[in-house]
């Protein structure tokens, strides 16, 4: 048995891994999938003041009074920014450190800096002038419908559930920069990416070109596991993300 800690994305709660969820603990796994501050069935909790720093607690508050321990970590796209913090908070608790659709970004970076210069000012003003400014709107469902590669593998079914239970994502989470103790704490811990929109190659071809997305790849040890779909596997293949974190459970 594996004891994992499932982390989703912007607009998503614990309910995402549903799916994932249910097909981990039927294979006998312990699994704590995560509602961050303001998200999900802890939507109430929006607020302008709702940060980085407040989802990092929700990670760091799940392993610790849940008593968990050799806990696989799993970070989904935004995800991954709660993930890395909560990491370099408590390393001594985890097993694996693993990163779908997503990575660990270095100390001072924030996932607004993902989204290039331009679009980033853009979104920092509206922060400060727009009076809903603080929240950032989940795709609609004409742009989950619409052939993006981003939205690939979403059935009918899993565009309702989306469309159904996505909110609006607290933008401070996004612009707050990450702020590691030490940068280095977790490099020794055996870590995963799952890619989906990617393949594996052009993945490890972008690692050894010194991508900016992958800036904070280098110095640990990496596995890779290729999910081919869009950008929200718990969604489009359950089943088989599902197959992929319990075989890491099996050979952690």
Same mark, same amino acid.
């Given at each position: 048995?594996?004891?994992?800690?499932?982390?989703?994305?912007?607009?998503?709660?614990?309910?995402?891994?549903?799916?994932? *969820?249910?097909? /981990?603990?039927?294979? &006998?796994?312990?699994?704590?999938?995560? +509602? $961050?501050?303001? #998200?999900?069935? @802890?939507?109430?909790?929006?607020?302008?003041?709702?940060?980085?720093?407040?989802?990092?607690?929700?990670?760091?508050?799940?392993?610790?009074?849940?008593?968990?321990?050799?806990?696989?970590?799993?970070?989904?796209?935004?995800?991954?920014?709660?993930v890395t913090g909560a990491a370099d908070r408590v390393p001594d608790r985890l097993?694996?450190?693993?990163?779908?659709?997503?990575?660990?970004?270095?100390?001072? *970076?924030?996932? /607004?800096?993902?989204? &290039?210069?331009?679009?980033?000012?853009? +979104? $920092?003003?509206? #922060?400060?002038? @727009?009076?809903?400014?603080?929240?950032?709107?989940?795709?609609?469902?004409?742009?989950?419908?619409?052939?993006?590669?981003?939205?690939?593998?979403?059935?009918?079914?899993?565009?309702?559930?989306?469309?159904?239970?996505?909110?609006?994502?607290?933008?401070?989470?996004?612009?707050?920069?990450?702020?590691?103790?030490?940068?280095?704490?977790?490099?020794?811990?055996?870590?995963?990416?799952?890619?989906?929109?990617?393949?594996?190659?052009?993945?490890?071809?972008?690692?050894?070109?010194?991508?900016?997305?992958?800036?904070?790849?280098?110095?640990k040890e990496w596995t890779y596991v290729e999910v081919p779909t869009g950008h929200?596997?718990?969604?489009?293949?359950p089943e088989r993300l599902a197959h992929a974190l319990a075989d890491l459970g099996?050979?952690?």
């Amino acid at each position: 048995m594996a004891t994992y800690v499932l982390v989703a994305g912007n607009w998503l709660g614990a309910w995402a891994w549903t799916d994932v *969820t249910a097909r /981990l603990r039927a294979a &006998g796994h312990d699994v704590h999938p995560v +509602t $961050l501050t303001g #998200l999900g069935d @802890r939507v109430h909790l929006a607020s302008r003041e709702v940060d980085l720093d407040t989802h990092i607690a929700d990670v760091v508050h799940t392993i610790e009074y849940a008593d968990l321990h050799e806990v696989i970590l799993v970070g989904h796209s935004y995800g991954g920014f709660p993930v890395t913090g909560a990491a370099d908070r408590v390393p001594d608790r985890l097993a694996r450190l693993v990163y779908v659709e997503s990575g660990p970004l270095p100390s001072g *970076t924030s996932q /607004l800096d993902m989204t &290039g210069p331009e679009e980033r000012e853009a +979104t $920092l003003r509206r #922060l400060k002038e @727009r009076e809903d400014g603080w929240l950032l709107p989940p795709p609609s469902p004409a742009e989950l419908a619409s052939g993006v590669p981003v939205y690939a593998g979403l059935d009918e079914t899993a565009r309702a559930s989306f469309t159904a239970r996505a909110v609006p994502q607290p933008l401070n989470a996004n612009a707050q920069p990450l702020r590691l103790a030490d940068d280095g704490r977790c490099d020794g811990l055996p870590h995963t990416l799952v890619t989906c929109m990617f393949p594996v190659e052009q993945v490890r071809a972008m690692v050894a070109e010194g991508h900016p997305y992958f800036a904070g790849f280098a110095g640990k040890e990496w596995t890779y596991v290729e999910v081919p779909t869009g950008h929200w596997p718990m969604l489009s293949e359950p089943e088989r993300l599902a197959h992929a974190l319990a075989d890491l459970g099996r050979a952690g």
